[in-house]
């Protein structure tokens, strides 16, 4: 890399948090045009550098774009960021999703409390920093940062639920925080340093006596990003949040579980991939069968839903469990299928947040939880009224019911949008392993899989025929330019995915690849680092 | 010390664990409380315990590193509790907000019926 693409590195970090730190010195709230003009470019400027720090680790030998060294100290003693497939994937994700949120935002959500712009830079900062860190206790530093700021965002507009509701997502959070500390600080005590290269080089050496306060720590850690990701039975308080949240924040919320599984995806790989000795795999059975339970618990959440909201944050679950689930099938091509999955899926998530808050703006609140309590009752209201036929739809109303049956065809994966193909994906992956035979958890997942895309459905449909049908006097809602164009915009990246699933699943392969063959990383952060082996610490 | 030290743990996160399963919204943030000052004590223990040794190296040499604590755990403790603190001062915003919306110091924003 050339000098000032080196910096670049660094950029996602720095970006958003100068231009909070900017609105804040501005005067905050007084000038919210100033604050929405520089949150606009911050967030569309991340794109940009993202897609160039995504182009240069694709071309790079072994994935890695490079090593940012945080004041030109040698990587074990210091800490670094570090840029390759995965990372630079994760980042452009999140910055797509952001600018979409933002620009919903902008049309009527940043006026209804204080520091939104702000707090969203930061929650951007903290986002792209646990992307990009290659420290583990850095990484904790990353995820205080994005936590405090989404405690800001999940209470963006007041009232009593989104109160209580924040209260509860803050206290889950700051407990598992702690869990993570503990975590750290074992891993710390057995190997004697926080890099994760270094660690990952370090864990097959470890003495048998030491390997299951080891064991035992790398657990305790996985614990904390797993209360992240939402794996049952750590994912009680996820809907709540999710649903009660201002719809921009809930849809760049969905970006949030998917923090907990990318640390998930890369610590576990690095540190008990299949060079790491005794430790190799350890754990892995508890994700499959964990995330398979997030998806069952998901998918019967879905259907016992009542408002569109908490139908959306179960589906966040089931995409979480699925991803998850993936990961502990253990097989390259599986976690290619589960990477190109999880972008689908938090696209299509994103979007479905935005949706839900245009369609129900026409909408009495409420009304869902009756039109439940009467089906369940068998009694059929106002059927007097089916001379309404032939009533033309407005235009509204068809922009909205088209971009509703997407973000249903990405959710519960049916063609043609590309939650198809990455489904599709998965199974074939997963039902034609390499150097194995088709287990029987294998046959669970593919059940678990196609059982949710069918609760996913019905759910959806039921969701949808109450929306769109079934309400001849509502009120068309009032839906502006810049409103629908991000959910429009997000459903777009899933047709365009679907038409170049070919190149974007090579990617995915080769990430998937170096995932689980991390010598290029190791050696990229390691390698260059002038060994000075009389310094290092030995495993105590 | 090492007994002492283990017991205080011991003691700090088994009462923290009991206040934060408690209904008050005022018990959980104190269980919070003491639940962080266990955690705290954890990672220095983590980086053995030492008595009457400095962390940093004195000047003019390296020396033998046996006769230093290990800086980085203390690092690691400082930042800890900042960032512990600093949360902790927000669930106190959000505790007082929810008191005065809901009326009640109720977890759930409400009693529970008897």
Redesign the interface.
């Known amino acids: 890399m050339s000098l000032p693409l080196d910096h670049l590195m660094i950029a996602p970090v720095l970006l958003p948090l100068l231009a909070g730190a900017v609105m804040l010195a501005l005067g905050g709230e007084r000038r919210l045009a100033v604050n929405a003009t520089f949150s606009v470019v911050s967030t569309v400027a991340l794109v940009a550098i993202s897609i160039v720090l995504l182009r240069t680790a694709h071309a790079a030998p072994g994935g890695v774009a490079g090593v940012y060294r945080l004041g030109d100290w040698p990587a074990p003693f210091a800490i670094v960021l570090v840029v390759d497939r995965l990372a630079a994937l994760m980042v452009l994700l999140s910055s797509l999703l952001a600018t979409a949120a933002l620009v919903f935002s902008l049309a009527r959500w940043h006026r209804v409390g204080v520091y939104f712009h702000p707090l969203f830079q930061f929650l951007l900062m903290g986002i792209n920093g646990a992307f990009l860190t290659g420290d583990l206790f850095n990484l904790f530093v990353f995820f205080e940062v994005l936590l405090a700021a989404s405690y800001g965002l999940v209470l963006h507009g007041s009232g009593s639920a989104r109160v209580t509701a924040g209260m509860h997502y803050i206290v889950v959070n700051l407990a598992a925080s702690l869990l993570f500390l503990i975590g750290v600080s074992l891993i710390y005590g057995v190997t004697g340093t926080l890099n994760m290269a270094d660690l990952a080089a370090r864990i097959p050496a470890v003495p048998a006596g030491s390997r299951a306060l080891l064991e035992a720590g790398a657990g305790i850690l996985g614990i904390a990003f797993l209360v992240k990701a939402g794996m049952w039975p750590l994912c009680f308080w996820l809907p709540g949040a999710y649903s009660a949240a201002p719809p921009p924040v809930a849809s760049v919320f969905a970006i949030l579980t998917k923090v907990g599984i990318y640390v998930v995806l890369r610590l576990w790989l690095l540190f008990f991939g299949d060079a790491a000795g005794a430790s190799a795999h350890v754990g892995g059975e508890w994700l499959l069968i964990g995330g398979m339970a997030t998806v069952t618990f998901g998918a019967i959440g879905c259907m016992a839903s009542q408002d569109m909201a908490r139908l959306a944050a179960f589906s966040v679950l089931v995409s979480s469990g699925t991803i998850l689930a993936a990961i502990g099938i253990g097989q390259p091509g599986v976690t290619a299928a589960a990477l190109f999955y999880l972008v689908t899926s938090t696209l299509g998530l994103g979007a479905f947040f935005l949706l839900i808050e245009l369609v129900e703006r026409g909408r009495e609140p409420g009304a869902d939880v009756l039109a439940v309590t009467r089906e369940a009752y068998g009694e059929e209201g106002e059927l007097d009224e089916t001379d309404e036929v032939g009533v033309a739809i407005p235009a509204t109303m068809s922009i909205l019911g088209l971009a509703f049956i997407g973000c249903a065809a990405i959710i519960s994966g049916l063609p043609p949008l590309s939650g198809f193909v990455a489904k599709f994906a998965l199974l074939t992956a997963a039902l034609n392993p390499q150097g194995r035979a088709v287990s029987i958890f294998d046959w669970l997942f593919l059940f678990v899989l196609i059982m949710s895309g069918l609760a996913a459905l019905i759910a959806m449909t039921r969701a949808g025929i109450r929306a769109f049908w079934a309400a001849p006097d509502r009120v068309v809602p009032r839906v502006r330019v810049i409103e629908i164009a991000p959910v429009v915009l997000l459903l777009l990246f899933c047709a365009v995915k679907t038409v170049e699933a070919g190149p974007i699943m090579r990617f995915m392969q080769a990430t998937a690849q170096s995932l689980h063959a991390p010598q290029a990383y190791i050696r990229g952060v390691l390698g260059a680092a002038g060994e000075r082996p009389s310094l290092r610490r030995g495993a105590t | 010390m090492e007994l002492v030290l283990a017991i205080g743990i011991g003691v700090f996160a088994g009462s923290g664990v009991w206040l934060?399963l408690r209904p008050r919204?005022f018990q959980?943030i104190i269980g919070?409380s003491l639940?962080?000052y266990a955690?705290n004590l954890?990672?220095v223990a983590?980086?053995?315990l030492k008595t009457d040794a400095a962390p940093i190296l004195a000047a003019g040499g390296i020396g033998d590193?046996a006769r230093f604590a290990d800086p980085?755990?203390q690092a690691?403790v400082l930042?800890?509790i900042v960032?512990?603190f600093?949360?902790?001062a927000?669930?106190l915003v959000?505790?007082l907000?929810?008191r005065g919306?809901?009326g009640t110091d109720h977890?759930?924003?409400r009693e529970t019926e008897r």
């Open positions: 934060i919204t959980v919070l639940l962080s955690v954890f990672i983590m980086g053995r590193p980085l755990p690691l930042t800890a960032i512990g600093a949360t902790t927000l669930f959000v505790l907000a929810s919306l809901t977890v759930d924003g």
